[in-house]
């Protein structure tokens, strides 16, 4: 018997007990959810807009579990839970590149069935991105949490100070940091030029896929194949090469992970960071940040003559299929993945919105000025392959990257290393 | 030879063995052989959690596969390196942890407790501090380095300084247990045996070299079995402090089976992979084992 079999049986056996219950149950005892989200998502904040939820909704209590701090951590924790079929979880908060993977394993309730007939409506109201993201082989297997994608972020005060105008080309941020970083050294030795992620984790696959793409290169064609073009892969990663050799980049990049650059930027010890949205409210917010009002947020720089390229991010909502409380699950989903929640996080966190809408809302702008240009940036951004295995993409590309920021591969092992795994799983 | 007779008492008694020793061989069928059987059955099917619809027997495809995959053979020759290095590192730092802590001190405790600490820590938090000492910006080796105007190394991004600062810590971890096995072993000498040998005129290199190696040898092999057993399942130290990295030039054997299963969901590979790394186990182990054997024929 194969495992898909059992778990449809199984699932369908607790729907059968669940129907069975289920009403007896409502009258009596409140149903309890529980909630998995990672420790960078802003456990915080989700508890907030829990408290509201469960106000309205007095039958249902709601708590938060929280797991490690990469999307890589919370999923190996989420791969044991599910892959055992624990019905611990009912509702989780996945990475956008996860619903292919959750889908085929079939870890996710479709909640097709909870949309009822408003379910194009419903998807329709999202950013495009994020309502592609969602739907796997027809079905929606998650709902949107919040929109995420790389900026570049930059020290206004040190940028004003020095006459350098936010970069808009890489050469510019290369040559501005460089200017910024021989003045500044004898004030703050520590202080580096520039950030990304480079340690062997999933943020590390953006760091190549940005220049990649930036170079309008492409990591696979249409049908999900593998293309990589090995001159224009080589000169993306030339990039990476040629700030370090310029020591814009710190030594240890191969060594940094995307809650490492906040922390450094918040202490005031980088100029220009590669970063996803929720770092701005740290930024603004946090009791220890060096750096309130001194950051600015643009797109990310391109290459002369190509349009910026960044990756989508951002986080999702699935219920999972082992929950024993599907139908509040569902419920408690639809709450979290609406307008007004949108908003509440876009104030709270700086969690960019996932309705086109709320961009241009005025509290929305009023806590973050920056979210005016970010539209046009998550609408423009990209999406990394999207596939079952993409595990193994995701793994063959990190850790390949990684051996080459360390300088341990150079950029053409690196890229042959990263081919010869890539060619079985895509293709 | 004929089969003696058995009388009814006999049989009673033998009856009663077997009813005594059931539940210990019920137990340990239910967690050893039972799991052993699953991951070897398992290691024979395409089962990836991901591709769920190509489920099935494979035979000995994924061995197959293992035996052409490079990161297989990186991951078994950073192992058997671990297993060099912090093998006899462990074992040298355990046996002299041991005999200062045999030395006649007034207050045991603290030596005691000292001895106890490392290894009462759990595995993943020794990681940790170790690589927040080896951290490039704010760690503390590196302010030493900078305290003697030298430049700062990437002691976590540099293969062979990776290797170096994975291996401090997993010896330094591994000694104190080392050092508690063989203590006790040099509590079990004999007092008269140091006596008669001053009296013979041996010096203390002699009597060290004489008298407590070879009466320490059954503990040493015993420490040596422990410690390479747990070598080659050298898994969390370096999963926190290098993630496997740079590149997976400091990737384990364990660690890439976890990355197979846990990560990436294959596990008819992933059961592939651990049961050659438990046949790598076996392999060493019984070498030990039968070194033993031959001392005790000899002995």
Redesign the interface.
Same mark, same amino acid.
Do not use: C, K, M
């Given at each position: 018997m194969? %495992?898909?079999n059992r778990i449809g049986r199984r699932a369908a056996l607790a729907g059968l007990a669940g129907a069975a219950v289920a009403p007896a149950a409502r009258a009596q005892a409140p149903v309890s959810l529980r909630l998995f989200t990672g420790g960078q998502q802003r456990p915080d904040v989700m508890r907030r807009i829990l408290d509201v939820f469960q106000e309205r909704n007095p039958g249902i209590r709601a708590e938060v579990e929280v797991g490690g701090a990469t999307s +890589?951590q919370q999923?190996?924790y989420l791969? %044991?839970v599910l892959?055992s079929r624990d019905s611990a979880l009912d509702v989780v908060l996945i990475d956008v590149i996860r619903p292919a993977?959750w889908a085929?394993?079939?870890w996710a309730e479709p909640l097709d069935a909870y949309l009822g007939a408003e379910r194009d409506a419903i998807m329709a109201r999202y950013l495009p991105a994020y309502r592609e993201a969602n739907i796997v082989g027809g079905r929606v297997m998650a709902l949107p949490y919040f929109a995420d994608a790389q900026f570049l972020y930059f020290r206004r005060d040190l940028l004003a100070k020095h006459q350098v105008a936010p970069p808009t080309t890489w050469d510019e941020l290369s040559a501005g940091a460089q200017k910024i970083l021989a003045a500044e050294a004898a004030a703050n030795p520590?202080l580096r030029g520039f950030a990304t992620a480079g340690?062997?984790?999933e943020g590390t696959v953006c760091s190549f896929l940005v220049p990649l793409w930036g170079m309008g290169g492409t990591l696979t064609d249409a049908q999900g194949k593998l293309a990589l073009n090995p001159a224009q892969a080589q000169r993306a990663l030339a990039l990476w090469s040629d700030l370090r050799a310029k020591n814009v980049t710190?030594?240890?990049l #191969? &060594?940094i992970a995307t809650d490492r650059i906040r922390v450094d930027m918040q202490a005031g010890n980088l100029i220009f960071a590669m970063q996803w949205g929720y770092a701005w409210n740290r930024f603004q917010n946090d009791a220890d940040s060096q750096v309130k009002d001194r950051i600015g947020v643009v797109p990310l720089p391109s290459f002369a003559g190509n349009a910026p390229a960044t990756c989508v991010g951002g986080w999702q909502l699935a219920v999972s299929a082992f929950s024993k409380n599907k139908e509040a699950a569902a419920k408690l989903v639809r709450f979290l993945s609406s307008p007004e929640v949108s908003k509440m996080q876009a104030i709270a966190a700086s969690h960019l919105p996932v309705f086109p809408e709320v961009y241009e809302d005025a509290e929305v702008l009023a806590a973050n000025p920056w979210f005016r240009d970010a539209r046009a940036v998550v609408l423009g951004a990209r999406a990394r392959p999207v596939t079952?295995?993409? #595990? &193994?993409v995701s &793994?063959a590309i990190r850790?390949?990257m990684?051996?080459f920021? #360390?300088?341990?591969?150079t950029a053409d092992q690196a890229l042959a +290393?990263m081919t010869q795994r890539l060619t079985p799983v895509l293709r | 030879m004929a089969r003696l007779r058995v009388g009814p008492l006999e049989r009673a008694e033998r009856r009663l063995g077997y009813a005594l020793l059931a539940p210990a061989l019920l137990l340990l069928s239910a967690v050893v052989l039972y799991p052993i059987a699953t991951l070897l059955w398992t290691s024979t099917q395409q089962?990836h959690?991901?591709?769920?619809?190509l489920?099935g027997f494979v035979g000995w495809e994924n061995y197959d596969r293992a035996m052409d995959d490079p990161r297989f053979w990186s991951a078994l020759g950073v192992t058997l390196i671990y297993v060099g290095v912090t093998v006899p590192g462990a074992i040298l730092c355990g046996l002299g942890l041991a005999l200062l802590a045999n030395l006649p001190f007034r207050v045991k405790w603290p030596v005691r407790l000292g001895l106890l600490l490392p290894w009462a820590l759990p595995l993943v938090f020794a990681g940790l501090i170790f690589r927040w000492f080896f951290?490039?910006?704010q760690g503390v080796v590196n302010a030493v380095l900078r305290l003697f105007g030298a430049e700062?190394l *990437?002691w976590?991004?540099?293969?062979d300084l990776a290797f170096i600062s994975t291996s401090t810590a997993i010896v330094w971890k591994s000694s104190s247990f080392v050092a508690l096995v063989l203590l006790a072993g040099l509590q079990a000498i004999p007092s008269s045996l140091y006596e008669a040998a001053a009296v013979d005129g041996a010096s203390a290199w002699q009597r060290f070299r004489h008298v407590t190696l070879p009466m320490l040898r059954p503990a040493i092999v015993v420490a040596l079995i422990f410690r390479t057993i747990t070598a080659i399942q050298t898994f969390d130290i370096p999963y926190a402090m290098t993630? /496997? /990295?740079? /590149?997976?030039?400091t990737e384990t054997l364990a660690m890439y089976v976890h *990355?197979t299963t846990?990560?990436?969901?294959d596990?008819g590979y992933g059961s592939a992979l651990a049961a050659l790394m438990f046949l790598l186990s076996l392999a060493l182990t019984s070498l030990y084992i039968r070194q033993t054997r031959r001392d005790e024929g000899t002995g």
């Open positions: 194969s %495992t898909s +890589d999923q190996q791969n %044991t892959a993977q085929a394993a079939r520590s340690a062997p984790i710190p030594a240890n #191969a &060594e079952p295995r993409y #595990a &193994e &793994e850790t390949s990684n051996g920021l #360390a300088g341990t591969r +290393d | 089962l959690l991901a591709q769920p619809w489920e951290e490039y910006e700062p *990437r976590l991004s540099t293969p993630g /496997g /990295g740079p /590149g997976h030039s *990355r846990i990560d990436v969901l596990f």
